[in-house]
């Protein structure tokens, strides 16, 4: 098994399985903040949600595995 934004598109486009995980901007920031804050981050809920839209939208648009699901992934939302 193997994690990463372009997994299904780059690394392995020809896996037989592939799952795209996927969870709402809210819940990504609230677990990622949680993570920072058990490091000793000082960082607010803002900030996590502001660096992680950045990332997105730069992940979204770069030329080469691009931030997208692969055709045939199967979509799962965590939320919840």
């Given at each position: 098994m193997t994690e990463g934004r372009d997994q299904g598109t780059v690394?392995?486009?020809d896996a037989a399985c592939k799952i795209f995980l996927t969870a709402s901007p809210a819940e990504r920031a609230r677990r990622r903040?949680?993570?920072l804050q058990?490091?000793?981050e000082p960082v607010t809920l803002e900030q996590v949600l502001?660096?992680?839209q950045?990332?997105?939208r730069e992940d979204a648009s770069r030329p080469v595995g691009?931030?997208?699901p692969?055709?045939?992934a199967v979509e799962v939302g965590t939320d919840g």
């Open positions: 690394a392995f486009p903040l949680h993570d058990s490091q000793g502001a660096a992680q950045r990332r997105d691009p931030l997208t692969a055709a045939d």
